[in-house]
């Protein structure tokens, strides 16, 4: 088993200062992961990557919207909404992150690893079409899942996001699909307050998005239950050729974003972690990229992607 990490120091270029979505985020998972003067003295690391093109970024987002973005970028940055905020290198950055993603596919679809994790930022999976949302600029695993259908032929892909939030971006993007199939877990209600059981899909797309919203009142242990019955379902009905997570660590029973998430320990994310790369193994020979999504306890995130990144190695954690 080979995993690839892939991170970039720019990612730091991204300053929101106090926000959540902090470039310490960042720091600390690095830090944890004891790369941190590796990472320091690079960009692009483990290996060189480009930002993603705007050809791919078009793809995926309304042409005018990036445009927009940009544009903000350019002439200084600011708040796109109440919680999403530009600043003078966001669109570079998030270019960045997104071209982390498409490496990550080529990395695994070429055999080269059996698995990706990219740790960049800002996260992707809440900007819809045609508008920036909930601290997330483009879909990061919108782009890198149509790069694997567009460079590799792919006809089915997966994308499980259990980030404590609703994935409503990606599923936006996906909705009518069904080459992507878009499964999330999160708490509900919270924002972006969709994601009901009864979203499935429309269209081509009916039956390729399924949804499993989970009340704070559900216990960790019945969360982590329903995860793994309902996401190995799922998978069985995707048949996917590759894997995403988005993984976002915000479930974590201490982060202040989540309000409590679902209380979750940091260790559970290598549960769920091996619970994913099983369903690989079943699906498509282990092939899997995941990429950071949310998680605003500093501490609790850097554990957690720990664990991650240790399961993704197949270490026994
Ligand atoms: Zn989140």
């Known amino acids: 088993m080979s995993s690839l990490l ?20 960042l720091k600390a998972i690095w830090e944890r992961l004891g790369i941190t003067k590796e990472v320091q003295t690079h960009d692009a690391w483990t290996r060189p990557f480009e930002p993603a093109p705007m050809k791919a970024l078009q793809a995926i987002h309304d042409h005018g919207y ?10 200084g940055g600011g708040y796109w909404d109440a919680d999403t905020m530009l600043t003078p290198n966001s669109f570079d950055v998030a270019r960045l992150a997104a071209g982390a993603g498409m490496a990550a596919v080529d990395a695994v679809m070429t055999g080269e690893f059996s698995n990706a994790l990219s740790l960049m930022r800002p996260p992707g999976h809440h900007a819809v079409v045609s508008n920036a ?22 006809k089915r892909v997966l994308i499980i996001d259990w980030d404590v939030h609703h994935g409503n971006g990606t599923q936006d993007i996906c909705y009518a699909r069904n080459d992507v199939y878009f499964f999330s877990r999160h708490r509900f209600p919270l924002y972006p307050f969709s994601g009901k059981k009864n ?31 309902s996401v190995t379902e799922f998978a069985d009905i995707a048949k996917p ?8 660590f915000d479930a974590h029973k201490d982060d202040p974003v989540g309000s409590g998430g679902l209380h979750l320990n940091s260790s559970d994310f290598a549960h769920m972690t091996k619970i994913v790369m099983s369903l690989a193994e079943t ?12 998680g605003y306890n500093i501490q609790a995130l850097a554990e957690s992607v720990w664990y991650h990144w240790n399961a993704l190695n197949g270490n026994d954690v």
């Open 6 to 25: 892939l991170t970039d120091r720019r990612c730091l270029l991204h300053e929101t200062g106090t926000h959540p979505e902090c470039p310490g985020r």
């Open 66 to 75: 990036l445009e927009r973005v940009e544009a903000v970028c350019r002439n």
């Open 133 to 154: 949302m909930g601290f997330c600029l483009v879909n990061n695993v919108a782009i890198a899942a149509q790069h694997a259908i567009d460079h590799y032929g792919l």
């Open 199 to 229: 979203e499935i899909g429309t269209g081509a797309g009916v039956g390729a998005t399924c949804n499993l919203p989970l009340s704070h009142e559900v216990p960790r242990e019945e969360v982590l239950k329903r995860f793994e019955k």
């Open 241 to 248: 050729e590759l894997i995403f997570i988005s993984a976002g």
């Open 283 to 294: 699906h498509c020979g282990g092939r899997l990229v995941s990429l950071l999504e949310g």
